[in-house]
């Protein structure tokens, strides 16, 4: 196999699978956001909204340029350079806010299911909404070096040609990105809290004093949990690998064909990292009956809404033809 045919592998392989992902994210997020407004009074339904606003962020910032780039060579940010400064600092910060609402909201879960009153008190919205304003203060303060370290540098391709990139051209930060923000900050550590309160939030509800809980929540709750902790964990492992490998064979003088393979691969689990933020909807839907029923009644009213506009067009376009041929009938004919 040459170095061509991983090229032409990689562009397939982000319009087959990327294009999928990004449009049936962005749509899912969308309808997460029309669901979950009505009840975003409640603390875990308003930290999951302002997750999916993220989310929207992040495949739209984030996937959708890397899918023009490689598969149809569209790529702003090696000929823009406001672009390519700011295109990363916007994708690794929404991704980190979204994942962080997560945690958020598995936190609060936990403290409804807790024996002690005091500590069931601790889930407010005021307290969501706080902590979800520092948070993002902080998230997006911390990235802000990735404003000043990017620039637009002639890079060789997998191929051999030279190629205008933009790169980070700072080696502290290369080595804060592949040991600390994306394997860490984007997987090991939401991972872990996703973790560790989703199994102390499932103790609390099959001991006996959580009865009073117990049912579809207990349900929904624990099958939510459990399926975001393998979204986000499984996408990452991959990708956090390719990347720590990059960095730590960076001085080995590698031929254009090993370079086109770990391309491809570093291609494919970074498009696979987004299902973290474009399956949410989708696992919802799948783990929890009472969001079924929801999403369920907003297809009917959308239903409803369309079919009554289209009776009520219909019968204007009757009743308006029917007046057209009355006040025909009764005009004077005109006679030669």
């Not at 170095?3 to 699978?17: D, N, P, T, V």
């Not at 294009?19 to 339904?45: A, D, H, Q």
């Not at 860490?184 to 001991?207: A, D, E, K």
């Not at 730590?248 to 090993?258: N, P």
Request: include cysteine; hydrophobic fraction near 45%.
């Amino acid at each position: 196999m040459s170095s061509l045919s991983f090229s032409i592998i990689s562009s397939q392989f982000s319009i087959y699978a990327g294009l999928p992902i990004c449009i049936f994210g962005i749509i899912g997020n969308l309808i997460n956001i029309r669901i979950l407004y009505p009840t975003r009074s409640n603390p875990s339904s308003f930290l999951l909204f302002i997750s999916s606003f993220f989310n929207i962020i992040a495949l739209s910032e984030g996937l959708f340029p890397r899918i023009l780039a490689i598969s149809f060579n569209i790529d702003a940010s090696s000929t823009s350079m406001l672009w390519c400064k700011s295109r990363f600092f916007i994708a690794y910060s929404v991704t980190i806010t979204s994942l962080t609402c997560l945690c958020f909201a598995s936190i609060d879960r936990f403290f409804l299911s807790c024996r002690s009153v005091g500590w069931r008190n601790r889930s407010k919205l005021g307290t969501a909404k706080i902590a979800v304003i520092i948070a993002t203060i902080v998230i997006f303060a911390s990235n802000i070096p990735l404003l000043f370290f990017q620039t637009i540098l002639d890079v060789k391709t997998a191929t051999g040609s030279l190629t205008q990139t933009c790169v980070f051209n700072n080696s502290g930060l290369n080595l804060y990105l592949s040991f600390i923000l994306r394997p860490v900050l984007l997987g090991i550590l939401p991972g872990t809290i996703l973790g560790i309160f989703g199994w102390l939030t499932y103790r609390h509800i099959n001991s006996i004093t959580g009865i009073q809980i117990r049912g579809s929540f207990q349900r929904s709750l624990t099958s939510m949990i459990l399926l975001q902790i393998v979204t986000v964990i499984i996408p990452i492992i991959p990708f956090s690998t390719i990347t720590i490998y990059q960095l730590i064979t960076s001085s080995v003088v590698k031929s254009s064909y090993r370079l086109a393979q770990e391309a491809l691969a570093f291609n494919i689990t970074n498009i696979l990292l987004y299902v973290s933020y474009a399956s949410n909807f989708y696992i919802y839907l799948m783990s929890s009956a009472s969001y079924r029923r929801d999403f369920l009644q907003f297809i009917l009213f959308w239903y409803h809404r369309n079919y009554t506009n289209n009776r009520v067009g219909t019968m204007t376009r009757e009743q308006l033809e029917m007046n057209t041929a009355s006040i025909t009938r009764q005009l004077p004919r005109i006679t030669h």
